[in-house]
């Protein structure tokens, strides 16, 4: 924005008066420079008064692009930040897309179970069905680690469902987690339904299920750690 003009910068460049004429009225300003030029006579008073529209309107022009230009600036935020939304939403829909068809890597499912902020678990748990055994394995073994309840839960329950032996070693330990019931009770269910072992039994029978068929268990030192 460019400086103010002063009322005798217009003047003159109006051609309402001399160059000369102002500079004999600034050099004995002792009032407002505008009746200074009318009381020597150089000035008409409705020239004055045009000048000093002219001198308004200029105030108000450059006073209008700035707010134009403070709108502009607005604008091209709220349209930046709407083009990074719409392009997160796009990325959220297509992965959650590729979640649902089984096109993500084992790693990125994997990172999905394994961290305990990472949303769509739920959704991750499910798409296990569409991976190989081996990678359905790996993954299920995961999710028996994980730090949330809900997740070591459906785990539990889809391990039952396939009833593989290699799952054992991961169960037992489950079996001890006295803050939880509700997984402890699941894994006693899926361990009985593989191993032919009753549930309720003594935790050593799983133990030695286990020593039998060489499987190495890890047994929590804390019982009660998730």
Do not use: C
């Not at 096109?103 to 179970?113: A, F, H, Q, T």
């Not at 987690?177 to 039994?201: C, D, H, M, S, W």
């Amino acid at each position: 924005m460019g400086r103010k003009k002063y009322i005798g910068e217009i003047l003159v460049e109006e051609g309402l008066v001399k160059p000369e004429h102002l500079k004999e009225a600034l050099g004995e300003q002792k009032k407002q420079i505008g009746q200074i030029l009318i009381d020597k006579g150089y000035l008409q008073a409705e020239d004055l008064d045009k000048a000093l529209k002219v001198q308004v309107g200029i105030a108000r022009s450059e006073k209008y692009a700035a707010y134009l230009r403070g709108t502009l600036v607005f604008l091209l935020v709220v349209v930046a930040a709407l083009a990074v939304q719409f392009l997160r939403v796009n990325a959220q829909a297509s992965f959650l897309e590729r979640l649902g068809d089984g096109s993500l890597s084992v790693e990125e499912v994997r990172k999905i179970i394994s961290e305990p902020g990472a949303p769509h678990k739920m959704e991750a748990l499910r798409s296990i069905d569409n991976y190989t055994p081996s990678e359905r394995e790996e993954l299920l073994k995961k999710a028996l680690q994980s730090k949330l309840w809900y997740v070591r839960l459906y785990a539990v329950m889809f391990t039952q469902k396939k009833g593989n032996v290699r799952f054992v070693p991961h169960l037992i330990p489950l079996t001890l987690q006295k803050e939880e019931p509700v997984v402890r009770f699941a894994a006693g269910e899926a361990l009985e339904k593989i191993t032919g072992v009753p549930n309720g039994t003594n935790f050593n029978a799983w133990l030695n299920y286990a020593k039998l068929q060489k499987m190495k268990v890890s047994v929590p030192k804390d019982p009660a750690a998730p």
